[in-house]
């Protein structure tokens, strides 16, 4: 079969924690401590048709440190989609060039589109509003990481998805990858009109989970193990939808304080909007070690770099393939 990662749909709670195995073998690489070259000669194809930082970047380096190359396009005006090619053109096209392409496009589904015009493997670096699974991969990973860490069980933990759930690609991905784990409990909160999507309410309840629907961070957040905030996806939509949108929705250390244990671990996908009148994360927990996002940023390395030694079939080669750093 064609070797993609369009949706985290591909999962099972196994074969999930399979690929986290391999992840933690790329530690040593990801840290500095070891390098390898299992993917010396391959080139990968990064197609961002969206803005992105991490995704982009971290995928690229991932590529790079396991001894590929990476082409890079960013933007329609950079490509010649721009001039009216198609997504199965340019997929053919890519794929003469590169051996592996990460697609960020602004479709829901066009990354599956791309998928289905070659045999190379591709990733969805996010589909419009549709999934993001690479970043909700890193997302339970470091979820799982952090428990460890304090002696916690993912099975029945208390976990709030706070935001934008409607457009946040992240949040979709990551609620089916947790509904993987056993009884768990969802506590939602988004203002009116930025809810959760119904399918995706439906399919976690049918899984065995309590979800709680809330439109009071104040409430919603009492007795969480894991906040994971989001930002509001304002390119996806007209800004009247967000009336509802206040500073009462910011995740802020007094608000942590007030509703939270000090175990509780603070996420975001990133990146948070610090602009004035964004109210996604507050910037007074920078320095608390409750806040994970840069931990999940970092973890997207060795995330990606497991996810690229599957699609390219070298898993078994990483172990014996790490040798010492001389720089
Ligand atoms: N989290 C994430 O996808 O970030 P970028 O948009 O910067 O890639």
């Not at 195995?21 to 194809?45: C, H, T, W, Y």
């Amino acid at each position: 079969g064609k070797h993609q990662l369009l949706s985290v749909d591909q999962f099972t709670r196994e074969s999930v924690e399979d690929l986290f195995r391999i992840a933690d073998q790329m530690q040593p690489i990801a840290r500095r401590q070891k390098v390898s070259r299992v993917l010396e000669g391959a080139v990968l194809g990064n197609l961002f048709f969206e803005a992105s930082t991490r995704t982009r970047v971290s995928f690229g380096a991932a590529f790079c440190r396991l001894g590929g190359s990476v082409c890079d396009t960013t933007g329609f005006t950079f490509s010649s989609m721009a001039k009216g090619e198609s997504i199965y053109d340019t997929s053919r096209v890519m794929s003469g060039y590169v051996d592996a392409m990460v697609i960020r496009h602004p479709e829901k589904g066009s990354v599956a589109e791309f998928a289905q015009a070659t045999n190379i493997p591709v990733v969805n670096g996010g589909d419009g509003p549709g999934e993001h699974p690479s970043q909700a991969l890193l997302d339970l990973y470091t979820i799982l990481t952090e428990f460890s860490r304090l002696g916690k069980l993912l099975d029945g933990a208390h976990i709030a998805l706070v935001g934008d759930l409607k457009y946040g690609r992240t949040v979709h991905s990551l609620i089916k990858l947790l509904a993987l784990y056993r009884g768990l409990k969802f506590t939602l909160i988004a203002p009116r009109g930025l809810e959760m999507p119904d399918y995706l309410l439906e399919e976690t309840g049918k899984q065995g989970h309590t979800i709680v629907q809330s439109s009071s961070l104040e409430e919603g957040l009492v007795g969480a193990d894991v906040i994971y905030a989001t930002r509001v996806q304002k390119e996806r939509f007209a800004a009247e939808e967000i009336e509802g949108y206040t500073p009462d929705f910011q995740v802020n250390k007094a608000i942590v304080d007030k509703c939270c244990g000090p175990d509780v671990i603070v996420m975001h996908p990133l990146p948070r909007d610090s602009r004035e009148g964004a109210h996604d994360l507050s910037v007074d927990l920078n320095h608390d070690t409750r806040l994970a996002i840069f931990r999940q940023t970092d973890n997207g390395i060795p995330v990606r770099m497991a996810i690229f030694a599957v699609l390219l079939g070298v898993e078994g080669l990483v172990q014996h393939s790490l040798r010492d750093v001389t720089w």
